[in-house]
């Protein structure tokens, strides 16, 4: 079986990173907040789009910035990926859209935060055209939150599970999950 796994808010908690450093660039955003809205200054309350976009280039500016973010999967599910990779029954892809950041290029940041979470060694693609590369790779199951990521993924007829967050709510369709594990609870029956 051929799998894909988006990274942000699958894997890691790019949501709650992208938060804490807002907070410690301006006080007066919360920390605490859930996300509804794809665009952070949206759904933050004391955001503005221009502080929004002095945060991300703080983050571009930021040395290796993806090795540093927190685990958004559990331990164990996390270690649950690490042994089905290390299996080898089933190919597993990870495709992120994320942009450049100082330090290490992105495959290479990325590959090194999963293969510290799950100890096995890993293959990162950087594209933001997902369906299209998920269609020539043949993968039967993804999993995203983008909502621009999914409708991508679907109009490709990919096999597309939401990871359910506030921000993607709107997309009318019945693959969500809440975690990595219920995800390969579903995939791998």
């Known amino acids: 079986m051929k799998i894909m796994i988006?990274?942000?808010?699958?894997l890691t908690n790019f949501n709650l990173a992208f938060l804490r450093i807002a907070h410690e660039m301006y006080d007066e955003v919360p920390i605490e907040v859930e996300v509804k809205i794809w665009d952070f200054w949206k759904s933050v309350p004391n955001l503005t789009l221009e502080m929004e976009e002095r945060v991300w280039e703080r983050i571009r500016n930021t040395p290796n910035f993806y090795e540093s973010l927190p685990s958004y999967a559990n331990d164990?599910?996390?270690r649950r990926l690490g042994e089905l990779?290390?299996?080898?029954?089933?190919?597993?892809?990870?495709?992120?859209?994320?942009f450049p950041t100082k330090g290490r290029n992105v495959q290479t940041q990325s590959q090194r935060w999963i293969q510290e979470e799950i100890g096995q060694p890993v293959s990162v693609i950087v594209s933001s055209?997902?369906?299209?590369?998920?269609?020539?790779?043949?993968?039967e199951f993804a999993v995203d939150d983008a909502p621009h990521h999914i409708e991508n993924l679907l109009d490709h007829g990919i096999n597309t599970y939401i990871m359910d967050w506030p921000y993607n709510r709107h997309i009318d369709h019945r693959l969500r999950v809440k975690s990595l594990g219920?995800?390969?609870?579903?995939?791998l029956i």
């Open 6 to 10: 988006d990274i942000d808010d699958i």
């Open 76 to 78: 164990e599910d996390l």
């Open 85 to 98: 990779i290390g299996e080898g029954q089933h190919e597993v892809y990870f495709i992120t859209s994320r």
């Open 129 to 139: 055209r997902k369906g299209e590369l998920c269609e020539v790779l043949g993968i």
């Open 182 to 187: 219920e995800f390969l609870d579903s995939v």
